[in-house]
């Protein structure tokens, strides 16, 4: 065996987005694609000098590895293994078959005091040889890398011309043990023991399996994605739920043709059985890396931003938050829901960008417990990732801790904190060029929008959101365009930074409602004038062509 340098050249687009590099299989798929990438990574991990040449930072430490199981997963973890092992890598903790959910390599990282990780996944986009792949570095502390390190990254991609890379044999990565890549040490583990003994300190499992005994019934959809495993380990195995209780439980390459993505338009499985007249008494949803989750009650559906209050509200409930939070944080296109449920907490509440890498700093500073994202995402201070099953955990231990429903605990949450009707609408692989008009011109629209009134509203805010990290000071400027009014209403543009085709415009719409006898609405109709004043100011369904969102959650 011996080290190969292989002559490489900058790719177009390896920059990092929202989280990590995500790409269509067929562009990982070309020669060199990924080692490029993978190499800028470790060249920066090791430290690059003025002068170029390349430091031994890593060199002696531990790495893991893992991923959602999707296309060529396999095949990336094989070159990963041996480029790591020519970059200094002294081991990898690789999970068995190459698969980690997101939540769960954080975990690892965390608890073996690893150098850092990487994830293999394009979350909830589809999957399959005509799908996405793509590569994640999770740093120390298990939390996505920060812009400082991703910009690096990418500014080495372009200048890469040799990468290393070690010439071994491909290993087997479905056997639990240990083996050699060269110098380097791979241990196969497995993807969920150490994610179940974190699940283990901060829930009574105890409670939970009692719940199940007395008939407890649940049904929990893996989407044929990476949540699978942890969920049947730990729901069916653990906790005693009826086996059953968790479908489309395997991974597979392409999810069965699945979109991993639990929200209502995508799990539509799952919603028509929690409307049926047979219902379970809980169900939820993961998406392909299991880090995004969906819960609903029967024939009841809890919107994210909901859910993060509600958790906010009940937190002491559960064993591991029961000295209660150190505050909470939401990304700006989030509801204001969590802020009124701090406000009378009396509990610091954080707005940052979109992106689960801006709350890492907040949590590593003590400075809030819980964080979540509109876009089905929440978790706490135990990962540095957002958590699905932490979060179905956190929902099944709030019926058992209150013997109450889903529906019984957001309804009883909205009469004492009023409801914020939410709704999110995608218009997906618009041309880059008008998606980049519609923002420009939105931006200079938004000066002489200040102070206007539209109908019974009056514009308090309008500004393109800029965000000062409190713990680094770093500043992340253009994070959205705001439009708040006085009523606590809120219209938000932005464009995606994980689409993989064209660009995807997301429109976000909130209307704060009080009286009680007016939170029975359906939320499209609840928003009803905050989408007509959305096209008025954007001019999206003239522009696109699009007479409709291609998704609205
Ligand atoms: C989307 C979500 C965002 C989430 C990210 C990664 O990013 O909107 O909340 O953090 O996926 O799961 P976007 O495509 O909007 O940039
Ligand atoms: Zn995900």
């Given amino acids: 065996m011996a080290i190969q340098i292989l002559p490489t050249h900058a790719f177009s687009g390896q920059r990092p987005g929202t989280s990590g590099l995500r790409k269509k299989v067929t562009v990982f798929m070309q020669p060199m694609y990924l080692e490029n990438f993978v190499q800028a990574l470790f060249d920066v991990l090791n430290g690059v000098a003025a002068d170029g040449s390349v430091g031994t930072a890593l060199h002696g430490h531990t790495l893991v590895l893992g991923g959602d199981g999707r296309f060529y997963n396999r095949q990336a973890v094989q070159t990963i293994l041996k480029l790591a092992a020519a970059n200094g890598v002294q081991r990898v903790l690789l999970g068995q078959g190459g698969i980690l959910s997101t939540p769960a390599v954080s975990a690892v990282i965390r608890g073996r005091q690893a150098f850092g990780g990487i994830v293999l996944s394009a979350s909830h986009n589809p999957g399959g040889p005509d799908g996405d792949f793509g590569i994640k570095y999770n740093a120390s502390n298990g939390g996505p890398a920060n812009e400082t390190l991703t910009e690096a ?123 049926a007249a047979d219902a379970p008494d809980f169900g939820a949803a993961m998406d392909g890396d299991a880090d995004r989750n969906m819960v609903l009650g029967r024939k009841f559906v809890v919107s994210p931003s909901d859910s993060l209050a509600l958790m906010t509200a009940h937190a002491r409930l559960i064993p591991g938050y029961k000295e209660g939070l150190l505050g909470v944080a939401r990304s700006m296109p989030t509801s204001a829901a969590v802020d009124r449920v701090a406000k009378a907490m009396g509990l610091d509440c954080y707005e940052t960008p979109t992106g689960w890498k801006f709350f890492g700093n907040l949590l590593d500073a003590g400075r809030v417990t819980l964080c979540g994202e509109e876009s089905y995402g929440t978790g706490s201070s135990h990962v540095r990732e957002k958590d699905g099953l ?40 618009i041309q880059t060029a008008v998606a980049d008009a519609l923002i420009t011109d939105l931006r200079a629209a938004l000066p002489a929008l200040q102070g206007q009134t539209f109908g019974k509203r009056a514009v308090t805010v309008a500004d393109d959101f800029a965000y000062t990290d409190p713990v680094d000071g770093s500043v992340s400027a253009r994070q959205g365009i705001r439009i708040i009014f006085d009523d606590g209403a809120r219209v938000i543009f932005r464009l995606s930074g994980t689409g993989t085709e064209g660009a995807t415009l997301r429109i976000y719409l909130e209307n704060y409602e009080a009286d009680v006898l007016q939170q029975d609405r359906a939320a499209q109709e609840a928003l009803s004038d905050l989408i007509a004043l959305a096209e008025q100011l954007s001019g999206v369904r003239g522009r696109t062509g699009m007479a409709r969102p291609t998704v609205a959650t």
């Fill in 153 to 275: 990254v990418y500014a080495r991609t372009q200048v890469l011309t040799q990468v290393r890379r070690s010439d071994a044999p491909d290993i087997n990565i479905d056997t639990l043990g240990t083996c050699q890549v060269e110098q380097m040490q791979v241990d196969v583990i497995d993807p969920v023991a150490d994610y179940a003994a974190v699940m283990r300190s901060l829930f009574d499992f105890e409670m939970l399996r009692g719940m199940f005994q007395k008939g407890f019934t649940m049904r929990v959809d893996a989407m044929n994605a990476v949540g699978g495993p942890y969920a049947k380990a730990i729901l069916e195995g653990e906790l005693g739920a009826p086996a059953g209780t968790v479908v489309n439980g395997s991974p597979l390459e392409d999810f069965g043709g699945l979109h991993p993505d639990p929200n209502p338009v995508n799990a539509e499985d799952l919603i028509n059985h929690m409307m």
């Fill in 390 to 429: 932490w979060a179905i955990l956190f929902w099944l231990s709030l019926q058992g801790a209150t013997g109450r429903s889903v529906e019984s605990l957001v309804r009883e949450h909205w009469r004492t904190y009023g409801r914020n009707y939410y709704s999110r609408h995608d218009y997906e692989a």
